[in-house]
C-alpha cells in the first residue's frame, strides 16, 4: 500500500531538510534542501528527479514535457532500469527498461547526516529484492543492491540511467571511454573499437561501452564545468542522445529539448549482465559531483 505525501511525511518529514509534496497525477516525491543544495525523488520508480548543488546549475535533467503519471516512466532525472535494458530478451509486450522504474518503491527510512539527507527504500521485483540508497548532499550518491530472494540461480540487467542538464551536447566531452569498445545500437548492435579519445558526440548517439574503469567525466565548457561520475560494481557505461529527429517523436521530449542532455548510465547490461546464486547479493554505486571546468 503505497502511501501519499501526507502520510509519508508524518513519518519521515525532517524540517528544514525533507518534505513530500503530490506531483502530477497522484504521484508523491521526496522533496529535500540543505544549505542551498536542493534535490528530488519521486517515490514511483524511486527516480531521482533532481539534484542541484549550492550555488550550482542543475545537474539532472528532466524534459519540459515529462508526464508524471502512474505506470508512465519519467523522462528524465535517474531511471531504475531492472531487470532488463532495453526491450525484454523474449516478449514484445514487455515495458521498454524492465519494470521497476514504474514501479512503488517503499520508503523505509530517512536521515540527515554529514553526507546530505539520506534516503532508503525497498522493491520486492520478481524473485529479487532491491534495496537503493540515495544520498542527496555536495555530491550525489547512489547505491543499488539486487538479492536474488529465488531458490535458484538468477540473471538481471540493470542500469541508472542519468540524464545529465549540459548548455549544448554538441559542444560537451566524456571522458574515460577512450580505451573501451562499445556496442553501437544506431548500427544493428555492431560491436566497435575503442576510439582512442574522449567521446564527443555529433550525431544520435546510443553505445553500451563494457568493462568501462570506474571514473568517467562529463566536460561542459558552455558552462564551464566536469560532472564527475565515480562508480563501483557498474561494469557498462550506456551513452544516449537521440539528436533532434528522434526527439521529435518522442512526446514527452520534443525536437527543441534534445540538445539539453546527454545520459551517461552507469549499469551491467549485455556482456556485463549479472547471475546471482540463490541467496547473493550485488552492489552498485555512483557517486556524482561536480568540478571546476
Ligand atoms: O539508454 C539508451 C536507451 O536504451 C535508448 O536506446 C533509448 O531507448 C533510451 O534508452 C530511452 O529509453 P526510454 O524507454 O526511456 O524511452
New binding site residues.
Partial sequence: MTMNAVELASRFRIAGALDFVEAGDGLVKAVMSRSGMTGELALQGAQVTAWQPTGARPVIFVSSRAVLAPDK?IRGGI?VIFPWF?PHPTDPKAP??GFVRTAPWQLDSAAETADGVTLELSLAAEGFGLTYRAVFGDELRLHLEVRNTSPHPAMFEEAL?SYFAVSDVERISVSGLENRGFID?TDNMRRCPAAGAPLRLTKET?RVYLDVPDRLAISDPGWNRRIVIEKSGGAST?V?NPWPEKAAAMSDLGADNWRGFV?V?TGNVADNRITLAAGAAHEMATRIRLDAQ
Wanted: aromatic letters at 8%; charged letters at 25%; hydrophobic letters at 25%.
Fill in positions: 516512466a531511471p532495453g521498454q527498461h540511467h545500437k546510443d550506456i544516449w545520459c548510465e
